[in-house]
């Protein structure tokens, strides 16, 4: 994700942790979609600059960047961190989901990736912008599509807690 919440960089050039990485028109969408996967298996989905989900390679959410708030993995929850600035420093406050906030988030997020699934089905309807990337347009299609399908299937479950300050 962007250093700065306002500052999306051009993820194509600059996202060099993400090989292989792809960025899609699909159908019903303004902004385009784009994919990445780390070598350690964890892939992201960036739906423009915003939702923005990245998962482990179990396909267990990690982070998510949702209408402007950072979230990040508890294990049990999701904790929405919040950026508070002042003239010497810039720390993070964070705020544990609890269960009703949790239960509504994770099923957006499950309905936004049902609804990819379903039109990533239809090659009409995902276009292919660019993508850097050793495979095939169609093997790299049939990957993004295994893990948007595991997404679906997991979307109750998080990963487990990211190590940060307390």
């Known amino acids: 994700m962007a250093l700065h919440e306002q500052d999306r960089e051009d993820l194509m ?11 899609f028109q699909v159908e019903q969408d303004n ?3 784009f994919w990445g996967q780390k070598k350690n298996g964890h892939f992201s989905f960036y739906f423009g600059s915003d939702p923005v989900y990245q998962f482990d390679q179990n396909a267990f959410l990690r982070r998510a960047y949702l209408n402007g708030q950072l979230y990040r993995t508890q294990g049990s929850t999701l904790a929405r961190l919040t ?16 269960e009703t906030e949790l ?11 049902q609804q990819l699934e379903l039109i990533w089905q239809d090659p009409e309807k995902v276009k292919l912008v ?4 050793e495979s095939s347009d169609l093997e790299l299609h049939n990957l993004i599509h295994d ?9 109750d479950q998080l990963a487990p807690r990211i190590r940060g300050k307390r």
Do not use: G, K
């Not at 050039?13 to 960025?23: C, G, S, V, Y």
């Not at 950026?83 to 609890?98: A, K, P």
């Not at 893990?147 to 979307?155: A, D, E, L, P």
């Open 103 to 113: 239960s509504a988030c994770l099923q957006a997020m499950s309905q936004r990736f």
């Open 130 to 133: 660019q993508s850097l990337a």
């Open 13 to 23: 050039r600059e996202a060099t942790a993400l090989f292989p990485r792809a960025e």
């Open 147 to 155: 893990q948007i399908r595991q997404v679906v299937q997991h979307s």
């Open 83 to 98: 950026r508070l600035h002042n003239s010497t420093e810039s720390v993070l406050q964070r705020y544990d989901l609890n």
């Open 31 to 33: 902004e385009p979609l």
